[in-house]
């Protein structure tokens, strides 16, 4: 059997070139359930391996694709029978191993959770990896003791498929979210998914920086990190706390004791690659009965295997709002 693959190759000068093929299923890596994929997703993450950038690819050939949803096709595992639709995020799939950019894909059963009931695999899709995330950091939230009348939960890089996703979601769940953004223009779609208000970066990076600032918030999720992460953790509420999930305002923390010792700051980072299968179950369950998959839909971009070398370069780059997702097969 055959399928179409987008197959990245490093070349002698070092650039990275993804051109579509047809691969047999010899050419599948080693494992207990084989996927039949139907859509997939671009994430930041996916254009670094698509580039080449970042170093997260090792070997070549590869396929990119952290996140795929789709119907089992083989299975050598108990929990999942042939023509069972499938939703896989992380766990270095799309990096170390071949992963959703491809109408096939062969993985670990254990890395695989059942799609929820009543979900579609493009609804999961829209979801992905960033709104597992979401919900994770929320739960982490609410079990630091965040409840909907304690106050203004901050998002930050609310432009991103994370922040948007968690404004929607907080805001379905009763929560007062504030959609931190460096790109005002999108103050009105942050509104539509719920955010209660919108504050501009530069905003909130030109108040005085001071060991301890006014508390404001009750909680946050933070995606950006960096100095906004820093300032941020100053102006939390005593027992408050803060999701942090990514790093792309940079690695470095700025900040000092106070927030932790006199208010009682909590700093809870959350990595949705490796998350226990019942953590991941539950998750997506409760995304199930909660998302607004219909209101969410203004912020979706759907695209082609051959489209996503050029969707790469966008995402790496900041030019893309909310989620685009991969039409693996283009009949389903």
């Given at each position: 059997m055959?399928?179409?693959?987008?197959?990245?190759n490093?070349h002698?000068?070092g650039?990275?070139?993804?051109?579509?093929?047809?691969?047999?299923?010899?050419r599948?890596p080693?494992?207990?359930?084989?996927?039949?994929?139907?859509?997939?997703?671009?994430?930041?993450?996916?254009?670094l391996c698509?580039?080449?950038?970042?170093?997260l690819?090792?070997?070549?050939?590869h396929v990119?694709g952290i996140?795929?949803a789709g119907?089992?096709r083989?299975?050598?595992?108990a929990?999942?029978?042939v023509g069972?639709k499938v939703?896989?995020t992380?766990?270095?799939?799309?990096e170390?191993?071949?992963?959703?950019?491809a109408?096939?894909?062969?993985?670990n059963?254990d890395?695989?959770v059942?799609l929820p009931?009543?979900?579609?695999?493009?609804?999961?899709m829209?979801?992905g990896?960033?709104g597992?995330?979401?919900?994770?950091?929320i739960?982490?939230l609410e079990?630091a003791?965040?409840v909907?009348?304690?106050?203004?939960v901050?998002v930050?890089?609310a432009a991103?498929g994370v922040g948007?996703?968690?404004l929607?979601l907080l805001?379905?769940?009763?929560y007062?979210?504030?959609a931190?953004?460096?790109?005002p223009e999108?103050?009105e779609?942050?509104?539509?998914?719920?955010?209660s208000?919108?504050?501009?970066r530069d905003?909130?990076?030109?108040?005085?920086?001071k060991p301890l600032?006014?508390?404001r918030?009750?909680a946050a999720?933070?995606?950006?990190?960096g100095k906004?992460?820093?300032?941020?953790l100053k102006?939390v509420?005593y027992?408050?706390?803060?999701?942090?999930?990514?790093n792309?305002g940079?690695?470095?923390?700025d900040t000092?004791?106070?927030?932790?010792?006199?208010?009682g700051?909590?700093?809870?980072g959350?990595?949705?690659?490796?998350?226990?299968?019942?953590?991941?179950?539950?998750a997506w369950s409760?995304?199930?009965?909660t998302?607004?998959?219909?209101g969410?839909?203004?912020?979706?971009?759907?695209?082609?295997?051959e489209d996503?070398?050029?969707?790469?370069?966008?995402?790496?780059?900041?030019r893309?709002?909310g989620?685009?997702?991969v039409r693996?097969r283009e009949t389903?």
């Amino acid at each position: 059997m055959t399928f179409r693959a987008l197959v990245s190759n490093r070349h002698e000068d070092g650039e990275v070139s993804s051109t579509i093929e047809t691969l047999s299923d010899e050419r599948l890596p080693e494992g207990d359930v084989t996927v039949d994929v139907e859509w997939a997703d671009l994430n930041y993450k996916d254009g670094l391996c698509l580039t080449g950038a970042g170093g997260l690819v090792r070997n070549y050939p590869h396929v990119s694709g952290i996140d795929f949803a789709g119907t089992v096709r083989k299975s050598a595992d108990a929990r999942y029978a042939v023509g069972d639709k499938v939703v896989l995020t992380g766990w270095r799939v799309g990096e170390n191993h071949w992963g959703g950019y491809a109408e096939r894909a062969r993985v670990n059963a254990d890395w695989l959770v059942p799609l929820p009931e009543g979900m579609t695999t493009r609804d999961a899709m829209i979801v992905g990896t960033a709104g597992l995330t979401a919900m994770l950091a929320i739960d982490r939230l609410e079990a630091a003791g965040l409840v909907p009348d304690a106050g203004e939960v901050l998002v930050t890089g609310a432009a991103g498929g994370v922040g948007t996703i968690a404004l929607s979601l907080l805001a379905k769940l009763g929560y007062h979210a504030v959609a931190l953004s460096g790109r005002p223009e999108h103050a009105e779609s942050f509104t539509a998914l719920g955010a209660s208000a919108v504050l501009p970066r530069d905003e909130f990076l030109a108040q005085p920086d001071k060991p301890l600032e006014s508390a404001r918030w009750a909680a946050a999720i933070d995606s950006v990190g960096g100095k906004i992460l820093g300032k941020l953790l100053k102006q939390v509420k005593y027992g408050g706390a803060v999701a942090s999930i990514g790093n792309a305002g940079g690695i470095d923390l700025d900040t000092n004791v106070l927030p932790f010792i006199l208010r009682g700051v909590t700093l809870a980072g959350i990595d949705s690659v490796m998350q226990p299968y019942g953590a991941r179950v539950a998750a997506w369950s409760r995304i199930g009965e909660t998302f607004d998959f219909g209101g969410y839909s203004a912020l979706v971009e759907e695209v082609r295997l051959e489209d996503l070398p050029e969707a790469a370069k966008r995402i790496l780059a900041g030019r893309i709002k909310g989620r685009v997702l991969v039409r693996v097969r283009e009949t389903q």
